[in-house]
Structure formats: C-alpha cells, structure tokens
C-alpha cells in the first residue's frame, strides 16, 4: 500500500532508497499498535507471574513457579521495547544509571532458573526470584528517576 502511496504521488522508488531505510520502513509500527502489544505483553508478564505464584503450592510447583515468574519477568521487561523500541530499550539499559540494577537482574532470572533445575536448590531459587523482584524494581524506579 505504502508503494502504491509514494507511485501516485510521484516520489522515488524503494530501490533507490538505502536498505536500512527500508528495513525500519516495513518494520515500523504505529503507535496505537506500539501501545496495544506493550499492554498485552506487560499483562501477560503479570498473569505468568501471578500463575506461577499460585502454583507455588503445588507438589513440585517450585519448578513451575520459577519457570513462570521469571517468564512474566521477562515479558514485562521485554514489553517496553513495544514503547521505544529495542535498540533504544538496550541503551538505556547499560546506562550508568541503571547498569548494575540490569546486571542483577538478569544474573537472578538465570541463577532462579540454574537453582531449580540444575542445583535443585529450592530455597535459593525463592531467594533469587526475591531478588528478581528488587532488582526488577530498582530498575523500573530508575526509569523513573532518571
């Protein structure tokens, strides 16, 4: 459609447009779409951890609780790429801001799945999604801030 677009009005071909600029054209999104993924991943991040929390009683269910929560983390985490993208989501990540509340983060959403299931170690998985919630929050916080 967009071709069709820039025919009729007499602009340049893709082809002699860079292939970058052709990339970010067809992978472009707008906002009302930007803004509907990021609600439904952020509260499909929410309803996996909120799961995971309530299959924490089941027998066996720490593995399913730390599967689950570190799941919702990520999607919640990953849902504001939706907002501003995710090479920009990246670099405010690793600013000096917020490095070490990202590098906690992501070293407990690996160590909780290595306790479960590598090391069976099903109090240090609870203490590594405890602290997957902290550093989650002060990274959130930080956005905030800053």
Avoid: H
């Avoid at 082809?15 to 600029?21: Q, S, Y």
């Avoid at 509340?101 to 203490?127: E, H, P, Q, Y």
Wanted: charged fraction near 15%.
């Amino acid at each position: 459609m967009d071709k069709l677009r820039r025919v009729l009005s007499g602009q340049e071909d893709n082809e002699e447009r860079g292939l970058t600029d052709q990339v970010l054209d067809a992978s472009s999104l707008s906002y009302s779409t930007r803004l509907k993924w990021f609600v439904i991943c952020f509260a499909g991040g929410i309803l996996c951890s909120i799961l995971g929390s309530a299959l924490l009683f089941l027998p066996n269910g720490i593995k399913l609780f730390a599967v689950f929560y570190t799941i919702g983390n990520v999607a919640a985490l990953s849902s504001t790429c939706f907002l501003m993208g995710p090479l920009r989501q990246l670099k405010r990540m690793f600013e000096p801001t917020r490095l070490i509340a990202t590098i906690v983060m992501l070293l407990c959403l690996v160590l909780t799945l290595c306790a479960v299931f590598w090391w069976g170690k099903k109090g240090l998985a609870i203490i590594f999604c405890i602290l997957q919630f902290l550093a989650m929050t002060c990274f959130l916080v930080s956005f905030l801030i800053a």
